[in-house]
């Protein structure tokens, strides 16, 4: 019973690198999203998809790019890393997109750039 | 844009005492979510109210919709040490955006022995 899965837990980057954290879930949930949390911010969508080959764009979408080519995967891929990206990012899914929807959090995945 | 502002940000008390926490916005939301989190893992929901005025308990936990749906409350009862964590409300905004959900800033909950 994995529920949301990922990956890596910990990261260190330097400026100007690139990544990919990865997220699988499965439940066969339609709807996944990244997050990611700061202090005093709580958490802040980043990009969600609601089916495989669709995604769009959350609250701080600029930075990261996102696909989903299967319905288990939702990897997110940060093109160049800034110290602004600094953060723990959590992956979710659930069933439907449907208001009061139970959503599923992964583990998290903590970010350092330098 | 819509806010959730959540109060207090922190709270340290004693063993046995009662608080509540409450999650306020000027909008409207067709359901609000409460989490709890733990360090090092995901937010793991609680509950989810959706009707105006609407009032669930969850053993200790009592949490409270407020009848326009623009608030809600946690209040603990007798709290304990094991309810210590991050609390954080959501509500999901009354257009539909992909089942965005809109966080509060999060309440820190420090229950000491």
């Known amino acids: 019973n994995a529920g949301v899965t990922q990956t890596p837990k910990f990261q260190v980057l330097k400026t100007g690198q690139s990544m990919t954290l990865q997220c699988a879930q499965d439940?066969?949930?339609?709807?996944m999203s990244w997050y990611r949390q700061d202090p005093g911010m709580g958490l802040r969508l980043i990009h969600y998809?609601?089916?495989?080959?669709?995604?769009d764009q959350g609250e701080v979408p600029n930075g990261y790019n996102v696909s989903r080519s299967t319905t288990e995967d939702f990897p997110l891929r940060l093109l160049s890393a800034a110290p602004s990206q600094t953060s723990v990012y959590f992956c979710?899914?659930?069933?439907?997109?449907?208001?009061?929807?139970?959503?599923?959090f992964g583990e998290g995945s903590w970010l350092t750039v330098v | 844009t819509q806010l959730l502002e959540q109060s207090p940000q922190f709270l340290s008390i004693q063993e046995g005492e009662n608080l509540t926490v409450y999650c306020n916005s000027s909008?409207?939301?067709?359901?609000l979510q409460w989490y709890r989190q733990e360090p090092g893992e995901g937010p793991v929901l609680l509950v989810t109210v959706v009707t105006g005025g609407e009032v669930k308990k969850l053993k200790r936990l009592t949490f409270q919709f407020g009848d326009a749906r623009k608030d809600s409350s946690l209040h603990i009862t007798a709290a304990q040490p094991g309810d210590t964590g991050l609390y954080l409300c959501a509500g999901a905004p009354t257009y539909n955006q992909g089942g965005k959900l809109i966080f509060g800033q999060g309440t820190e909950l420090s229950v000491k022995p």
């Open positions: 979710a899914s659930s069933y439907s997109i449907v208001s009061g929807n139970t959503i599923y």
């Open positions: 909008s409207v939301f067709s359901s």
């Open positions: 998809s609601v089916g495989a080959g669709i995604t």
């Open positions: 439940m066969n949930h339609e709807y």
